[in-house]
């Protein structure tokens, strides 16, 4: 039963200087027990004039008093301590992102509170002091909260309790006078009521922005659906009509084959009732001279001349060619037709099939969520080399086809896609869909744009230049403006160049939009956006016009 109540309640013997349970306990004369190390040393402080007080009800001792150690209550502390030890149960301990208590020697319980004046973590043994002593009484205590320093200012070591709105920290009440003396400071409850109050308007426009998100994946959910729906239906009308067409060509070829095969059996059949008339005619015409060679042989000059009368001598009148054949008789010629026929229809799908795929990118765009940040505008970034074949003679290129310069006259072969006058160079390749890339110039200035690949080559018209016709768009840098051409229309940007020289470029080609950007340490500035239906694929470019100004494509990772 002792072992019971001792289990029962373990505050009893915890030492009230330590407020830990006793070690290596100690009674002193007035009966109130502490640990050895504890009374030592709190004596070893209150040493005045050989006068000696008992921390809890304050009797004086004279002399200091020799200190033994008592066997029972330690004895009695050993049992508590196993007992404890069997009485706390495993999810009472400090597990992993658990608040341990600071007090508890060994494994750590869990803290049940935190006090913000003592900067301590106490688990429900170790907290009783707090509730039954009128020393705490003032102490704060809160929910158990890890890294308690953090709460103490690192210059004065006291609690923050201080809000500076001119440096936006907390402070204590000593850093009001020095460091933060002239600042405008409140406590840190009327600091953070204010800033909670800018929270709840932050939070009010988190919630419209939810609400207006919410509202916009819902209609894109419905159009997803509607969008599947009109693909599947548009996929069996396509089907069908192909399969249409197919059918239709076949019909012709049946046509066509069976045509040629009822021309074939009349023509053969003439032959053949022309072969047998010719066949009769060769057979008569042999008998006929048999005859007369037989009767040319006779010696009877009597009969000679009677059977002459019965065999005539001189053919009839009109022997001649009966037939007329025609050498060049053939089908040459329907294969030449046909053959005609399947480039036309080829040429006529290719076009078809170019407006058909216009039509199914530009015309069925679901959504376009506009990138907002560089690492977004990334995920569409494409790698761009220089064609030496568009480089005008007196452009270089270098490091693999991704710098360009202009200079002295270089070697180039002619080639129908170089730029013959205007010191312009296309990439290899072409973008299409959703593309971005980056380009950064210096010296005196640059051309950045994009063509399709129809522009002209030869001559110095505006045909020919980037910028100056409809099939080209173009940004123009110097080193204190923008300017943006298409169609020869100039449009003057607002914008400096600052520091940065690098232009990153972004095509939506569904949605109609190319945009230019101002590329710099703080992020994307957008200096630009055309809007057009762009029905082909676009080629980027560059006019490079000043010598020592040399535009390079720079690498995306």
Same mark, same amino acid.
Request: proline share 5%; net charge neutral.
């Given at each position: ?28 004369? !007035? ?25 809890? !009800? ?42 341990? !208590? ?50 103490v200012c690192s210059h004065h070591d006291k609690p923050l309790e201080v ?41 009010? *426009? ?37 399969? *249409? ?154 490091? *693999? ?42 010296g005196d200035g640059a051309e950045i744009g994009v063509t399709y690949k ?67 340490s703080d992020g994307l500035t957008l200096l630009y956006s055309f809007t057009?239906?762009?029905? *082909? ?21």
């Open positions: 039963m002792a072992e019971a109540s001792v289990a029962a309640d373990p505050n009893q013997f915890g030492c009230p200087i330590c407020l830990d349970q006793l070690k290596d306990p100690v009674t002193i004369a !007035c009966g109130h027990s502490y640990c050895m190390s504890c009374i030592k040393s709190y004596w070893d402080q209150e040493d005045h004039a050989g006068v000696y007080r008992c921390p809890q !009800c304050r009797q004086t001792f004279t002399p200091r008093p020799l200190l033994y150690r008592n066997t029972i209550l330690a004895e009695v502390m050993e049992k508590l301590k196993t007992g404890l030890q069997a009485a706390t149960p495993a999810d009472h301990y400090a597990g992993p992102g658990d608040v341990e !208590c600071d007090s508890c020697t060994g494994r750590k319980r869990k803290a049940a509170k935190s006090c913000l004046v003592c900067l301590v973590s106490y688990c429900e043994s170790h907290l009783q002091p707090h509730y039954e002593s009128p020393a705490f009484k003032k102490h704060k205590l809160t929910d158990p909260i890890g890294h308690l320093q953090d709460k809000y500076c709105r001119t440096d936006q920290q907390c402070i204590c009440n000593l850093c009001t006078m020095y460091e933060h003396r002239d600042h405008d400071t409140v406590s840190a409850a009327e600091g953070r009521m204010e800033i909670q109050k800018q929270m709840g308007e932050t939070q009010k *426009e988190f919630q419209q922005r939810i609400q207006m998100r919410e509202k916009e994946l819902q209609e894109l959910r419905e159009a997803v659906g509607s969008f599947r729906s009109s693909a599947k239906s548009a996929v069996e009308d396509s089907e069908r009509i192909f399969t *249409e067409m197919i059918h239709s060509i076949e019909r012709r070829r049946s046509e066509v084959t069976k045509l040629i095969r009822d021309q074939e059996k009349a023509a053969m059949s003439q032959a053949e009732r022309d072969m047998e008339i010719l066949k009769q005619e060769i057979d008569e015409l042999k008998r006929r001279h048999s005859e007369l060679e037989q009767l040319s042989h006779t010696q009877d000059h009597i009969h000679f001349l009677q059977s002459c009368q019965d065999v005539p001598v001189v053919p009839e009148a009109g022997f001649g060619p009966r037939i007329s054949v025609y050498p060049r008789c053939s089908f040459e010629n329907v294969r030449m037709v046909v053959s005609k026929l399947k480039d036309q229809l080829e040429n006529g799908c290719e076009k078809k099939t170019a407006e058909i795929h216009y039509t199914v990118t530009k015309d069925t765009v679901l959504s376009a969520l506009v990138p907002r940040t560089r690492a977004e505008f990334l995920q569409y970034s494409c790698q761009l080399t220089l064609d030496p074949n568009t480089a005008n003679r007196y452009l270089s290129l270098s490091e *693999e086809n991704r710098k360009v310069t202009r200079g002295a006259e270089q070697p180039y072969p002619d080639h129908p896609r170089r730029f013959h006058c205007w010191p312009q160079v296309l990439c290899r390749e072409s973008l299409t869909g959703r593309c971005y890339w980056e380009a950064e110039w210096s129809g522009i002209g080559r030869k001559g110095d018209s505006a045909d020919c230049q980037l910028g100056a016709n409809d099939k080209s768009w173009m940004l123009c840098c110097s080193h204190d403006s923008y300017s943006v051409w298409h169609n020869n229309k100039q449009t003057v940007i607002p914008i400096k160049p600052s520091g940065s020289r690098r232009v990153g470029v972004y095509l939506d080609q569904a949605a109609g939009t190319l945009s230019f950007y101002r590329v710099s057009s239906s762009f029905t *082909e694929p676009l080629y980027p470019g560059f006019g490079v016009y000043y010598v020592n100004s040399p535009v390079s494509l720079c690498m995306l990772g």
